[in-house]
């Protein structure tokens, strides 16, 4: 499936939804993606992406930058408080903040650079302990920190345990967004993004309906 495919489903999700197609943002995953797809997809005009992990970005778009102009690059993976200020050189927005630890790093970083990128606060929706996010019951007390720290916090993100329905999860990220004065919501992956756009996602992220299965790394001799 390409990205005219994609983008002809997100527009009759939208249709359903009674929504306009133009306040939905696809985040093209392009994590542990050849550089081969990656390019096969700018070169179809898709320019927003989202990485999992720092390094990898760090080692993929500098280049790609060179060659497309308005790549619009989000972080999508958890962020580690030693790779912030290269996260804040490197991504047009960040998904994952999700600990007071990592808001008062980020908060340093914005004062020292006089700018900081939007950010969403990822929520738990699950409560699974294996998983990053701000339980459902600390979240509107997390945003008030954040806030209070200066914090540019544009939405919430989300993503539901695979063994759960996840509108659920969609609609109770929804409330915890318009409880706080919040309208942009990052969810919806390549199994669920339609359901997700009938909740009001304004950001999902489409990685294995775009490029395919990942590849696996090679193994080094």
Not at 2 to 28: E, F, H, N, V, Y
Not at 63 to 72: H, K, L, N, P, Q
Not at 200 to 214: D, E, P, Q, W, Y
Request: aromatic residues 6%; contains cysteine; proline residues 7%.
């Amino acid at each position: 499936m390409g990205l005219t495919d994609i983008t002809a489903r997100i527009a009759k999700a939208a249709q359903d939804a009674d929504r306009d197609p133009s306040t939905i943002r696809l985040i093209a995953v392009s994590k542990v993606q050849p550089n081969e797809r990656v390019e096969a997809v700018l070169q179809e005009g898709q320019r927003c992406f989202g990485e999992n992990r720092v390094q990898e970005a760090a080692g993929k778009w500098p280049a790609f930058r060179e060659t497309y102009d308005g790549i619009d690059l989000h972080l999508i993976g958890p962020l580690q408080t030693n790779k912030a200020r290269q996260a804040f050189e490197l991504f047009d927005a960040i998904h994952t903040v999700d600990r007071p630890k990592l808001a008062k790093t980020l908060a340093r970083l914005a004062q020292e650079t006089g700018t900081c990128p939007p950010l969403f606060i990822q929520v738990n929706t699950g409560e699974e302990p294996q998983k990053a996010g701000i339980a459902p019951v600390d979240t509107d007390s997390f945003i008030a920190e954040c806030r209070a720290l200066d914090l540019p916090v544009h939405g919430l993100m989300c993503i539901p345990p695979v063994d759960e329905t996840p509108s659920l999860h969609f609609s109770l990220l929804r409330k915890l967004a318009e409880r706080n004065g919040l309208d942009q919501l990052s969810m919806g992956m390549s199994d669920d993004f339609e359901q997700a756009i009938a909740f009001g996602a304004t950001h999902i992220r489409v990685g294995s309906a775009l490029f395919g299965a990942r590849v696996p790394a090679q193994p080094t001799a």
